[in-house]
């Protein structure tokens, strides 16, 4: 699937959200991640909790060496991107959270989720 750009991507993310769809979600991840290497329960958390109304689409830069990245991940990610949950009351922080950030990787000019880790020694 991939996206132009991760704007494009944060609204694709967003409805696999609301319509609590791991398969939509698996549709934003990285061709190039091993299926092995995408685990259920990082799928899940992607896509758990209940979305708010109020929120903002960030873009960060990883500030991490390229070395330690591709350590642990296989396919290198550039960027974080994040649903940053603009949340105005306890109750709703309590409800919500304060959002997700998850890795991002461009292929072919498309824009996906990085999310396959290399086994570390400690798992």
């Not at 500030?63 to 991940?73: F, I, P, W």
């Amino acid at each position: 699937m991939g996206q132009n750009t991760p704007e494009v991507l944060a609204n694709q993310w967003i409805k696999a959200i609301q319509g609590n769809s791991a398969k939509d979600m698996r549709l934003l991840i990285h061709p190039r991640c091993p299926s092995k290497a995408i685990k259920d329960e990082v799928i899940n958390r992607m896509i758990s909790g209940p979305f708010p109304k109020e929120y903002k689409v960030e873009v960060k830069k990883i500030n991490a060496s390229l070395d330690t990245l591709k350590k642990v991940y296989f396919v290198t990610p550039s960027k974080h991107l994040r649903l940053k949950y603009t949340t105005k009351t306890k109750k709703d922080r309590q409800k919500y959270g304060l959002g997700k950030t998850f890795p991002i990787a461009l292929e072919n000019e498309k824009w996906y989720f990085a999310t396959c880790i290399r086994k570390q020694p400690n798992q």
